[in-house]
């Protein structure tokens, strides 16, 4: 009885629930602080559910789901929302705030004139190291070579461990022979797909979940991953009082970015709340907050000021203009050279 | 009493080794003052105080329970009606109806609930996805178990047993009462138990038939593996594999019989 009670209270609840603003977004992608801030300001309820992966969230929604006001969709998916016309525009005038933002973050190829999507944080696709051990091995640490040169790999041998992604691993190999890492001309790839072998016998693995935990543990001393995840292992070590500090850069060659949008999704019952929502998270203060926590780069140029310095002055975070202009956000492959791509990443996975 | 050789013993033991040290270690490192959880650093009650204030992951747990004791109670209820169903009616459609979301893929099962309610429940009874969902949702998939269960202790019995109790001049259901059910009983709790734990730690299913703001414990921990799972994670498994094993030891004293084998 009590459960059926408790039931129906949790069903009368979502009945009652009038002002909710209900966020579809990634795990920790917000601060606590933030959230309170915002539900005290409006006066309503924010409710978070969370997602892994674009694939997984864009498959939900594809079959059928609704009710979520907004999403925080990596580049490549706000298009394909777009295409599916699943968004609903922005009302522009309602976001004051949208002045803050960098223009170098508008108007992406995914998102033309920005009419969907505010740019919310993004990530660059990098090296993290172990200080201590590259510098004694005498391995530089601001290029690609040092995950794919089998002069420095000698020295790392089974103590390096690479992105289980294809777009991610090819675009990291393209950079480094001097390509876009759009490039879709088959030579090219080729030759980025020979790169890759050549290296493959010195990693230790292909990983994309567990890379944070091996390099504060001290079994990986390299790992080609995301920003944000080496900011997290780097403050992990700390914590746990490692005798080495985790360190991690941009190649000067050029990386990928990937930046998380908010878009509005139609089915969203209230595109009001969802507005207020967007503007308060592009107020300085509110940005900064995501960065302090994750360590998240931030388009938001008047967050600045609120980020804690030790981040602001962290050139992976926030690259200089001389590698920003190298940096590039991953288009969509059409289905041919999707199938090319999945053909030459089976060739690497069985050699 | 006739001695079990060595070989025997080392043999159990290894498989409950087996079994239950990975729960075990799951258990110690939740009391482990480490965010990094790779090796044992020292005694804390952190992440249990950590647990009790994350509001989001409360919920979640609450979620998760209540989706599996309603779903396992409906399930058990209709399944072993199905189970009773199958065995007296020799329809061969029936065994075939009721097994086949057993032998279905979870995603399949997923997306077409998920279609199902968007087509029906909502233009027809204006019902958005919710808790409600789920719970179908999972009493649909734990229906087959509990009904293989049932199913398969009544072809082991006696059927002349039925027929004494209708020559004594039992009614029906009071042969149902006094007969079948109790001599059912260990499959329907079994049933039961199953449906639970597979309820408990479903997440394809219960991804897409959650509606927004409905969270459940598989959701919310596989939400977090991206940025590496903290000792919380342990902490709350380690709180639902008490409750669950409460549950057992509880149902067990109530019906001390249901956990023996029929033995017939």
Redesign the interface.
Known sequence: MRFLALLLLELSSALHAADVLHLYNWNNYISDATVARFEASCKCKLVQDYYSDNEEMLAKLAAGASGYDLIVPTGNAVESLIKSKQLRPLDKSQLPNLKNIDPAYLDTAFDPGSRYSVPYAYTITLIGYNEQKLRELGIPTDTWAAIFEPKYLKKLKGRVTVLDSQRELMAAALKYLGYSANDTDEAHWRRARDLIIRAKPYWAAFNASSYIKELTVGNIWLAHGYSSDMFQARQDARQAGRPFTIAYSTPKEGAVLALDSMVLHKSGPRPDLAHRFIDFMLEGQNSAELTNLIGSGNPNREAMRYIDPAIAANQAVFPTPDIQRRLEMLKDLDRAQRRVLSRMWTEIKVR | MRRNPLWLWVAALTAYAFLYLPLLIVVLYSFND???N??W?GFTLHWYSELFNDT?MLAAA??SL?IA??ASLAATVLGTLAGLAIHRYKLRILPVLAVTPVAMPEVLLG?SL??FF?LVFRPWLGL?????SVIVAHITFCIGFVTIVVRVSLLGMDESIFEAARDLGATPWQTFRLVTFPLILPAVMAGALMSFALSLDDFVIT??T??????TLP??I???????VTPEVNAVSTVLMALTLGMIVLASRIHGKAFKSTGA
Request: glycine content about 10%; proline content about 0%; charged content about 15%.
């Open positions: 480490s965010r990094l790779a090796e650093v989001g609450r979620n209540l004791v309603t997306v998920l279609l968007n958005e996805l919710g808790l409600w991804f897409f959650a509606g927004v703001g409905v969270s959701l919310e596989y939400s977090m593996i991206k940025i590496a």
